[in-house]
């Protein structure tokens, strides 16, 4: 596995930045509401590949036992990877490296023996996450030309280089990224772990309490609605959800109409602590150069 960069690598200003900064398309994407259906939607890709998915039923006792923990530890890490600093950046990755390794085992449906941190496995993870949150962007309305998308693509090569994949293995291009999706497909497959794995995606445990007395299981399940209705037409297919061409654009209606109203929120609702102490840290560091 490649050699994570150290911080002495970095000036002061590229800490303080981040790996992406605030010009970036990286930043523009994650900031926005429909981030969330972006996430769902690449958890539900992601459950498609038998090992990869095997990795996770094999190793991660949080998807049945405390998946709100899982998905918000994994919607942190991207946060802090994105909007922190380049130390607390490289402190994630350390971890979740940590976490990945020696760990080994057989997919009984493959007969596959794998490693978790198996580079093609960290590449498929890697691209159904670019994948779903620039695909959920672009049909929720946010202002992003073809250009742009090239640009995320290309940015977030960087993200997976950071958690081992190899640069020149991973797509840079919107394009390049299709294609590789494409050519995964014979290789995709709903297997007993990936529906466990959607169920408790769509459909998590929750405390009584929180039902009764809170809007948590609404919210939820609009997002998981969401996420599951963006998915390709051929993953919805596989999970043997509608596939029909309508069902693209009543999911594209409903995505930006979520997205309408989570714009509406206060700021201090919608957006995330670690987003808004980003633009908070970069603020105060133009002033003192200015």
Known sequence: ????????????????LGFFGPDSVSWRIHAD???????????????????AMDGVATFSTAFTSDPWARLTRTAEY?????????????????RVRGLHRGKAAVEETTGRGYAVDDADLLLWVHCCEVDS???????????LTDDDADRYVAEQVTAAVLVGCEAAEVPATAAELEAYLQRM??????????????????????????????????????????GAATLPRWAR??????????????ATAAVRAFRQAALALPVQVRESPI????????????????
Not at 78 to 94: C, E, I, M, Q, Y
């Open 185 to 226: 497909r014979p290789q995709l497959a709903v297997t007993p772990a990936t529906r466990d794995a959607s169920r408790f995606v769509l459909v998590p445990p929750m405390p009584g309490w929180v039902q009764l007395l809170t809007p948590a299981r609404p919210a939820w399940s609009t997002l998981a609605a969401l």
């Open 237 to 250: 297919q596989l999970y043997g959800l509608p596939g029909f061409s309508v069902t693209d654009t009543a």
């Open 33 to 51: 509401p429909a981030f969330g259906v972006g996430g769902i939607r690449a958890l539900l890709l992601q459950a498609l590949h038998p090992v």
């Open 1 to 16: 596995m490649n050699r994570l960069p150290a911080l002495r690598d970095f000036t002061a200003e590229e800490d303080l």
């Open 78 to 94: 991207v946060a802090t990877l994105t909007f922190g600093t380049r130390r607390d950046a490289l402190r994630s990755v350390r």
């Open 133 to 143: 949150l620039l695909s959920v962007a672009r049909r929720a309305g946010v202002p």
């Open 275 to 290: 987003v808004r102490a980003a633009r908070e840290r970069v603020a105060a560091a133009e002033e003192l150069t200015a």
